[in-house]
């Protein structure tokens, strides 16, 4: 039986291309492909794939939300997290969703298919240097405070924030002390920026 995988990529050329490159592979069949994680999600239901390989960054859904989601509902399909992201923060956080491969996609590209067999197998595939890194400097912020800068890194105001999270804005006010306080900064923009580089938003 050929291994079954979903693609979820928001550049339509990088999707086009990842797949051309899965199906390749005589034992790896691509039964779907999506443009954000909502859509990978939802077609994850209908094509019960054993791999899904996506993308971080997408609109409607991230590919660490996709992941968690994934795990939780479908524990039997594995998740490759391929990005342009070379980030201890980001692999942490991909590890907490639920992959079990992260890959960068200036990768050689005979690595994909390798690394699809590998973690429906039960492995873990990942670039060992940014394993080692990403245990030595732990992620500070709770999902809330993540939320909330991520929030501000957008350029909306305390109430715009409140508003769309359903929060008071006093509430949002604490969220972002907490989040300036821990990252050791000034301001929310230089939170979010650092955050950001950290690979923790």
């Known amino acids: 039986m050929p ?17 051309a490159l899965l199906e390749i592979e005589k034992d790896i069949v691509v039964v779907g492909r999506a443009k954000n994680g909502r859509e990978g999600l939802d077609l994850c239901f209908k094509a019960m794939p054993d791999v899904v390989v996506t993308d971080i960054e997408m609109p409607e ?14 524990p039997k399909t594995h998740i490759i997290i391929l990005t342009t992201f070379a980030r201890a923060g980001y692999l942490r956080r991909a590890l907490d969703a639920g992959a079990s491969g992260y890959l960068l996609k200036d990768s050689p590209s005979e690595k994909l298919g390798d690394a699809v067999r590998r973690v429906h197998s039960g492995l873990r595939v990942i670039d060992p240097e940014l394993a080692q890194e990403a245990w030595g400097d732990p992620d500070p912020l709770s999902d809330r405070e993540r939320q909330v800068l991520r929030s501000a890194e957008e350029g909306q105001t305390s109430a715009d924030i409140a508003a769309s999270l359903g929060l008071s804005e006093g509430t949002v006010r604490n969220y972002l002390s907490e ?17 950001r580089q950290k690979g923790w938003l």
């Open 179 to 195: 989040a300036i306080s821990k990252l050791g900064v000034t301001n929310r923009i230089e939170a979010a920026r650092l955050a």
């Open 61 to 74: 859904m991230t590919g660490l939300e996709l992941a968690a989601a994934v795990k939780k509902t479908l």
């Open 3 to 19: 291994i079954r995988v979903v693609v979820v990529e928001d550049q339509t050329m990088v999707l086009g291309a990842l797949v």
